[in-house]
């Protein structure tokens, strides 16, 4: 018997995602966990900031989500930078209180110095 036969669902579903380029469905272990504050790139829906519920592959379930339209990160000009300090500027949509982003293709941790200038962004 070789080792592949031994895998679990699990490791079998990581295995698939390295060939697919999705996410994995199963956060691993010191990934980015539900309840943790996120941005959200994809492919076709933008920019999403929210609470992570969770993820299967490329489509992420937020709570308390904002779809981010435009921003200007307080220091350096990324996404992870507006994630780690929080923005300056920008145009956010009013909180949904659920929303599924499809086709996903980064999940950025939200550091807590940069939560207050995200939540209290407005459409301006």
Not at 52 to 66: F, N
Not at 75 to 80: K, M, P, R
Request: glycine residues 10%; charged residues 20%; hydrophobic residues 40%.
């Amino acid at each position: 018997m070789s080792n592949l036969d031994k895998l679990t669902i699990g490791e079998a579903r990581q295995l698939a995602s390295l060939f697919s380029g999705a996410l994995p469905a199963q956060p691993a272990s010191g990934s980015i966990q539900p309840g943790a504050r996120v941005i959200v790139r994809s492919r076709d829906a933008g920019v999403q900031y929210g609470v992570l519920e969770g993820y299967e592959g490329s489509t992420v379930h937020l709570r308390d989500a904002r779809q981010m339209w435009s921003w200007t990160a307080a220091q350096g000009g990324t996404l992870i930078d507006c994630a780690r300090h929080g923005v300056s500027a920008g145009k956010f949509s009013d909180k949904a209180d659920a929303v599924t982003v499809i086709g996903a293709c980064a999940i950025i941790a939200v550091h807590a110095d940069a939560v207050d200038s995200l939540e209290s962004r407005k459409w301006k």
